[in-house]
C-alpha cells in the first residue's frame, strides 16, 4: 500500500528565505509526482507534475525534484513571499492509476 | 465554461439520508476521483474511474457509491449518511497519468 508522509507538518519562515518542503513515499513504482496548493478554504491548484522518467520541473520560482528510487521529492521555494502562505500538498500516481496524497505542509510565511 | 465543477457547494442532511454530490467535466478526461478532506487526514481517496464503466475503491469506500455511466459525470452517493460522513469533498479528473485538476469542493455537514 502506498504511503505519502510530509514533513514538516508546518513551517513558518519570514519574508525572502529559500525553503524547501519534502514528501517521501513508500512504493517507487509510481508514473508521476505532483506538487498541489491549497488556500483556506479553496480547492487544489495544480503547481508543478514531475514523471517518473524526469529529475525535476521549474516553474518560476518553485522547483521540484523527484527520485525515485530513494522515494523523495522536495518542492524549493525561492525569495518566500507573504502571498506563498498556504497548504502544499504532494500525490504520486500509482501505476494502478490511484492518486494517493500526503498530508500536507501548511506555510507561513511573515512580512 | 470548461473545467470541472462539483455541485452543490454546502450540503446540510439528516443522519439516514440518501444523498448525492455531481461532479461533471468538460475535457474528456478518462481519469476522475473523489476525495474526502478532513482536518488531521488529509486528502483521502474514496472512489477512482479510469474510464466509464469501470470504477475501484480508495482508502476510505465503505458507506459510499459512485457510477460513470458518462466519461464527463461521475456522482458519488451516500446511500445512508452518518455524522462521520461529514467533510469537504473534493472531486478531480485528469487525462490519463498526466496533470489532475480539481473541482472546488462540496461542504456536507450530516447532523
Known amino acids: 500500500k502506498q504511503e505519502v508522509t510530509q514533513i514538516p507538518a508546518a513551517l513558518s519562515v519570514p519574508e525572502g528565505e529559500n525553503l524547501v518542503l519534502n514528501c517521501s513515499f513508500t512504493?517507487?513504482?509510481?508514473?508521476?509526482l505532483q506538487w498541489f496548493r491549497q488556500d483556506p478554504g479553496k480547492g487544489l491548484t495544480s503547481l508543478l507534475l514531475i514523471q517518473s522518467s524526469q529529475r525535476e520541473q521549474t516553474s518560476g520560482r518553485l522547483n521540484a525534484s523527484l527520485d525515485k528510487s530513494s522515494g523523495r521529492s522536495t518542492l524549493y521555494i525561492a525569495a518566500s513571499q507573504p502571498g506563498d502562505s498556504a497548504t502544499y500538498l504532494c500525490?504520486?500516481?500509482?501505476?494502478?492509476?490511484?492518486?494517493?496524497f500526503g498530508q500536507g505542509t501548511e506555510l507561513s510565511v511573515k512580512p | 465554461d470548461a473545467g470541472i465543477t462539483q455541485s452543490p457547494r454546502y450540503k446540510i442532511t439528516e443522519t439516514g439520508r440518501q444523498v448525492t454530490l455531481m461532479c461533471h467535466q468538460t475535457w474528456s478526461h478518462s481519469y476522475m476521483f473523489w476525495y474526502r478532506q478532513d482536518l488531521g487526514h488529509g486528502l483521502r481517496l474514496i472512489y477512482y474511474s479510469a474510464a466509464a464503466d469501470i470504477t475501484d475503491k480508495g482508502e476510505v469506500p465503505d458507506g459510499y457509491v459512485v457510477s460513470r455511466s458518462k466519461t464527463e459525470n461521475f456522482p458519488l452517493t451516500l446511500e445512508s449518511a452518518t455524522r462521520s460522513q461529514t467533510s469537504v469533498y473534493f472531486c478531480?479528473?485528469?487525462?490519463?497519468?498526466?496533470?489532475?485538476?480539481f473541482g472546488q469542493g462540496t461542504r456536507l455537514t450530516v447532523v
Open positions: 500525490a504520486v500516481r500509482n501505476q494502478g492509476g490511484k492518486l494517493i
Open positions: 478531480a479528473s485528469s487525462d490519463g497519468t498526466h496533470k489532475a485538476f
Open positions: 512504493d517507487s513504482a509510481i508514473y508521476n
